[in-house]
């Protein structure tokens, strides 16, 4: 059976959950085989055979974590190389878009990035992307070379699939462009303890509404109590009040959840960019004219500092 | 020696106008206003701190696109930039990120660069991997989306604040390098930079000056087709209501009913 070529997105061999929904995305199509490269690629293995990898490439070097992008776009390559698959799927975090983008080239592919969705077609793979802020759903095909396709996370759901999930080495020569740019000093992001904000369920974000740092605790304990991720448009983030990592939009990130809260956010394209698609929406301002309102499935037209502390202590009773 | 800087800019579909597809279902840039990205801004303002910190600077910026996209450039221009380079073919109508990064490839390289710097995405296309892709193609190191850059002594440094690390990059020149909207707020041109921006040179090139054929790039040569878009149904109307001192008992009442509670 035709093999598809899936990377994994792991944090020292635990895998994040996109990739598990690329291995559901995979298995239209063909048979899963992984690449996780780096520290703790070996660790990845367990869990991706449950969801359907029956082979397992891995590859761990320094050069993975001393230099830029590169020397991933090798592994891929020499993946490429050695199984020969029908597609290759990558997680579509903005490293995850380049690596895919330069192997694309390499091999001689198009290249598309953020599909939302991936079924098998007459002309081959089909790949649904939302355009305009969401305004637009288009598909589309990759009509040269091996299709290489980034896959936005919550596209599909986590499917359990017992597969043999072989270990197998994979021999990665390095080119002469993997240590192009070194990597000096990393710091790790802190955790929140909240669930990462591409991939939660809930997402309950604050805006210039919010007015002020020392207010986004309302915002947290909201999340904290529906057991969601925090988020913030760009004017909360420019103004210093929450970290850009949490920033949802065209130049934050692009979140899908069941769920999109939004408080003190007037609904600005850009911001729309990033939370349209969220299946339900519900919005907290005072401003009945505020153009998030023309999104939701519910609205409340009120001040947040009253509404929010009321639904947060009513979610609470409910849950008690 | 000159520090010969390029900076790649695009000119796209105002992102408050009514955005939308041509019959052939590419973008349609005849219909609705055009702009420098707003991302691309950024870049021409990490090009002009760079070029102030340099002893000897000289900063082209660089577009592919239709006659309009000289509004692009005409801008850049006012903010500081000392030339354009202008591609423009009948040929480019529908090119894929593979087309518009041969081309951008070919162009930088006949301009002469030391620095190549870009926008993190197009506002249109926002697909944000062009810079890794003219980078492959260039054989030059990528030092893509960073908040902070600069160069010194041949060197280019910069942060990179990625979803799960922040990290400091280091390169030797050339380089590409990509940075973002927390990299620092774009000046505005000023009065006499609007002025002077008449006077500066804006050259056009053909497919033919790159020396590229008409099947490698355009609708015909792109690598990816589009085969149908829709647009998506506009969302139900939703309930809204005013807060009358329930609202956030009223909005658990909901989220209870859709067994979100
Ligand atoms: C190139 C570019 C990229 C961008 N990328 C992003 C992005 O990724 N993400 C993003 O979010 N934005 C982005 N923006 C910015 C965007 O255009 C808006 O400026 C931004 O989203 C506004 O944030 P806001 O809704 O919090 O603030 P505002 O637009 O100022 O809205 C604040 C809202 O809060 C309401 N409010 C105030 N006080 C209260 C209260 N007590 N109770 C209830 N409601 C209250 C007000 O009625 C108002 O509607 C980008 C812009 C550009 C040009
Ligand atoms: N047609 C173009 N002309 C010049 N620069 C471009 C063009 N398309 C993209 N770019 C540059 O590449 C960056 C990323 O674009 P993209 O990958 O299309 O999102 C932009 O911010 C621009 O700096």
């Known amino acids: ?320 | 020696m000159s520090l010969r800087i390029v900076v790649c800019v695009k000119y796209v579909p105002d992102a408050t106008g009514d955005r939308h597809f041509a019959d052939d279902l590419t973008v349609d840039r005849d219909d609705v206003d055009g702009l420098l990205s707003e991302l691309d801004e950024y870049a021409v303002e990490q090009a002009l701190q760079i070029a102030d910190e340099a002893d000897d600077a000289e900063i082209t910026v660089l577009t592919v696109g239709p006659e309009d996209a000289k509004d692009a450039l005409r801008k850049a221009l006012s903010m500081g930039a000392d030339k354009a380079v202008h591609v423009e073919d009948d040929g480019l109508h529908g090119s894929d990120v593979m087309g518009t990064s041969l081309v951008l490839a070919k162009a930088v390289e006949k301009a002469g660069y030391d620095l190549v710097i870009s926008g993190m995405a197009s506002t249109d296309g926002t697909m944000g991997v062009l810079p890794a892709v003219l980078a492959e193609r260039l054989g030059v190191p990528q030092v893509t989306l960073l908040s902070e850059v600069s160069v010194e002594g041949g060197v280019v440094r910069g942060r990179r604040d990625g979803d799960s690390a922040s990290e400091r990059l280091e390169a030797s020149l050339p380089a590409v390098v990509s940075v973002t909207d927390q990299s620092g707020e774009a000046r505005y041109p000023s009065f006499k930079g609007i002025m002077a921006a008449k006077k500066k040179p804006v050259v056009s090139w053909d497919l033919e000056d790159l020396g590229i054929g008409a099947d490698e790039v355009g609708l015909a040569g792109a690598w990816t087709v589009v085969d149908s878009v829709a647009q998506r149904p506009a969302r139900t109307a939703g309930t809204i209501v005013k807060d009358e001192g329930e609202g956030g008992r009223g909005l658990a009442e909901f989220l209870a009913g859709q067994k979100f509670i």
């Open chain 1, 1 to 320: 059976m035709a093999e598809v070529l899936v990377f994994v997105d792991h944090v020292d061999g635990a895998v994040r959950k996109p990739t598990l929904e690329l291995l559901t995305l995979a298995r239209r199509v063909g048979e899963p085989v992984a690449l996780a490269v780096g520290a703790g690629a070996a660790g990845t293995a367990g869990v991706l055979a449950e969801h359907g990898a029956v082979r397992v490439l891995t590859v761990d070097a320094p050069e993975f974590a001393e230099y830029l992008v590169v020397p991933k776009v090798d592994a891929l390559q020499a993946a490429y190389e050695a199984v020969s698959p029908v597609a290759v799927l990558v997680p579509s975090s903005a490293e995850g878009k380049e690596v895919a983008a330069r192997l694309a080239v390499r091999i001689g592919s198009g290249v598309i990035t953020d599909a939302v969705d991936l079924e098998a077609g007459e002309g081959g793979l089909v790949a649904t992307q939302s355009a305009f802020a969401a305004s637009f759903t288009t598909r589309s095909r990759v009509s040269r070379g091996t299709p290489v396709i980034t896959v936005k996370p919550n596209s599909a759901p986590v499917e359990a699939a017992v597969a043999a999930g072989a270990v197998e080495a994979l021999e990665v020569s390095f080119s002469a462009q993997a240590t192009g740019t070194r990597v000096t000093a990393r710091t790790p992001r802190e955790s929140t303890g909240r669930p990462e904000l591409t991939e939660a369920a809930i997402v309950v974000s604050g805006g210039r509404g919010v007015n002020g740092a020392e207010n986004f605790h309302l915002i947290e304990t909201l999340a904290d109590a529906l057991g969601a991720a925090v988020g913030a448009s760009r004017a909360a983030v420019d103004a210093g009040w929450y970290p850009h990592s949490s920033q949802v939009g065209q130049t934050g990130k692009s979140v899908s959840p069941q769920l999109y809260i939004a408080s003190g956010i007037s609904g600005a394209i850009q911001h729309r960019a990033g939370m349209q698609t969220s299946k339900t929406i519900v919005a907290i301002n005072k401003d009945a004219e505020a153009p998030i309102f023309d999104l939701v499935d519910y609205g409340v037209v009120g001040d947040l500092f009253q509404v929010v502390p009321q639904l947060t202590e009513e979610v609470n009773a409910r849950k008690g």
